[in-house]
């Protein structure tokens, strides 16, 4: 599996890296989105109907859905600490699927692990 420094690689590369102060809103559940993010630095926390369901930090990724068909945020994502993100958009996705090909498997993965514990948690 792909590690969290190969992921942090990954979204090091992409142009204009967002931060944001520990407590800000990153999205929120019901917001169109068509981008993914990739924590380069700090923690983030996802919450379902105000309820912190899972805590994620660097290396991760999240925001995946509306990559794959979903058409709105599923989650709200605030920032824990002060962190700093990368995102994906659509093109940018497939190209670092080409250059590394187990990124994709990871995102995957990790977005099937984290829809099956929303799953759970309603």
């Known amino acids: 599996m792909l590690s969290p420094v190969i992921t942090v690689s990954i979204f090091q590369k992409q142009p204009n890296p967002q931060t944001f102060a520990a407590g800000e809103v990153i999205f929120e559940e019901g917001q169109p989105g068509d981008f993914m993010f990739g924590i380069v630095q700090g923690e983030v926390d996802i919450l379902v109907n105000g ?25 709200t994502a605030i920032a824990k600490t002060d962190c700093q993100l990368a995102s994906l958009d659509e093109k940018r996705f497939l190209f670092a699927v080409q250059e590394t090909p187990m990124f994709a498997l990871m995102v995957i993965k990790n977005y099937s692990e984290r829809l099956t514990r929303l799953q759970r948690m309603l």
Do not use: D, S
């Open 51 to 75: 309820k912190v369901v899972e805590t994620i930090e660097t290396g991760e990724v999240f925001g995946t859905g509306v990559l794959v068909g979903v058409e709105n945020r599923t989650y």
